[in-house]
């Protein structure tokens, strides 16, 4: 199982990136999907959820409304659209599924927001 998140960099308030998680050695259709983020000095909390088919979503409070998040099934990939980006989304920024009652991450992609 990989994950690989890209797309992460510095921008100013106000900007949008759109990360992206392309993965291989499961299968991708059938799984739910979730990006997290670990601020410097703080604990990695959960950020966003997606269903296999993508019909479901959910966020988290502090990103609801700005973050969206999104997949393609034939290509495996998971997406997170941030829009109206705050200093305080400075963070590294994973994903991660569970397969076979396993946990996966990402190496993670760096977000930073600074004027």
């Known amino acids: 199982v990989q994950l690989v998140e890209s797309g992460g960099g510095l921008v100013q308030p106000g900007g949008s990136l759109r990360l992206s998680c392309a993965t291989s050695?499961?299968?991708?259709?059938?799984?739910?999907m979730r990006w997290y983020r670990q601020a410097p000095g703080k604990e990695r909390e959960w950020v966003a959820y997606?269903?296999?088919?993508?019909?479901?979503?959910n966020y988290a409070s502090s990103v609801k409304g700005r973050f969206a998040i999104s997949r393609d099934n034939t290509e495996n990939t998971a997406y997170l659209q941030m829009n109206s980006l705050k200093l305080e989304d400075t963070a590294v920024y994973y994903c991660?599924?569970?397969?076979?009652?396993?946990?996966?991450w990402g190496q993670g992609t760096q977000v930073t927001v600074s004027a």
């Open positions: 050695g499961f299968s991708f259709s059938t799984s739910v």
């Open positions: 997606i269903n296999p088919i993508g019909s479901m979503t």
């Open positions: 991660h599924t569970v397969y076979h009652f396993e946990n996966y």
